[in-house]
């Protein structure tokens, strides 16, 4: 993945983006007739939705371990602590998150 300069509302925030040349060689991988080709608006765009799906993915893993991590009482103390966002999260959420894609 490159990073590139975001036009979020944020703007210390970077925008990461997959390599057109990657997205390419993936769906050309997966095509049963060698003579197929793919148009370079194609490859944009479908890197543009990968780069959705996996922010969507992260924001939702994010959201779902803040919530697991949620104080039980208002007297408890929230955590300080950085969480390391693990493989196991992620799979947590893949199934919603497949289904709203």
Known sequence: MSDSNSDDSDSDSVQVTFPAKTIARLLAENFTRPETR???????????????????????????LKAAEAPVSASSAPSSRARI???SDLEKIAGTLVLDF
């Open 85 to 87: 966002m693990e493989a």
């Open 38 to 64: 793919v148009s370079a608006s194609a490859v944009e765009t479908a890197a543009e939705y990968l780069r959705i799906f996996t922010r969507e993915a992260v924001w939702r893993t994010e959201g779902a």
